[in-house]
T-cell receptor, first 115, second 112 residues
Framework: NAGVTQTPKFRILKIGQSMTLQCTQD?????MYWYRQDPGMGLKLIYY???????DKGEVPNGYNVSRSTTEDFPLRLELAAPSQTSVYFC??????????????FGEGSRLTVL | GIQVEQSPPDLILQEGANSTLRCNFS?????LQWFHQNPWGQLINLFY???GTKQNGRLSATTVATERYSLLYISSSQTTDSGVYFC??????????????FGKGTKLSVKP
């Protein structure tokens, strides 16, 4: 039972490069989320998805794109990387958005540095 | 938007001591969760508790929704309790977006 798996765990990008952070979950959760965590801060929601084919913006979506073609996978794409995107990225999933099953389960995080 | 304030920002305990962490929020919520981020960065869900009281081993949590605060109690602390504790809430506006707003956390250090 792997839970939420993110790859890569570490990555260094040059300004202007693009990359995709992969996220997959094996818990058959409908809801998936991407957060970023800056040093000394809490997490901020980038994008979320309520099911395959449905995504929506969170609090800080600029500079990112997502897709949800399957229940299991929710990749996050960074286009034209900027130093402001240096952060730790967390993917999470939940069975529902609230109530029983609303608990979030997180991946181990992906540390991205843009130089 | 909703504001989430956690206190204290830092806490140092001797192993075996008890502690209370507080989370204040500025609006009605329909979702409140407590998380522990260990020193290696891993985030673990501790409680889903928009109201009421729950207990899980040495940890318990109480949310008083009408007064807009939640408390996390840690009893008989262990060194493995070290890390950052986050409270996260979603404002109750009749819908649900899954947009949990995180506080800045309480950093707990438990000394042996």
């Amino acid at each position: 039972n792997a839970g939420v798996t993110q790859t890569p765990k570490f990555r260094i990008l040059k300004i202007g490069q693009s990359m995709t952070l992969q996220c997959t979950q094996d818990m058959n959760h409908n809801y998936m989320y991407w957060y970023r965590q800056d040093p000394g801060m809490g997490l901020k929601l980038i994008y979320y998805s309520v099911g395959a084919g449905i995504t929506d913006k969170g609090e800080v979506p600029n500079g990112y794109n997502v897709s949800r073609s399957t229940t299991e996978d929710f990749p996050l794409r960074l286009e034209l990387a900027a130093p402001s995107q240096t952060s730790v990225y967390f993917c999470a999933s939940s069975y529902s958005m609230r109530g029983s099953g609303g608990e979030l389960f997180f991946g181990e995080g992906s540390r991205l540095t843009v130089l | 938007g909703i504001q989430v304030e956690q206190s204290p920002p830092d806490l140092i305990l001797q192993e075996g001591a008890n502690s209370t962490l507080r989370c204040n929020f500025s609006d009605s919520v329909n979702n409140l969760q407590w998380f522990h981020q260990n020193p290696w960065g891993q985030l673990i869900n501790l409680f889903y508790i928009p109201s009421g009281t729950k207990q899980n081993g040495r940890l318990s949590a109480t949310t008083v929704a009408t007064e807009r605060y939640s408390l996390l109690y840690i009893s008989s602390s262990q060194t493995t309790d070290s890390g950052v504790y986050f409270c996260a809430v979603e404002r109750d506006y009749g819908g649900s977006q899954g947009n949990l707003i995180f506080g800045k956390g309480t950093k707990l250090s438990v000394k042996p």
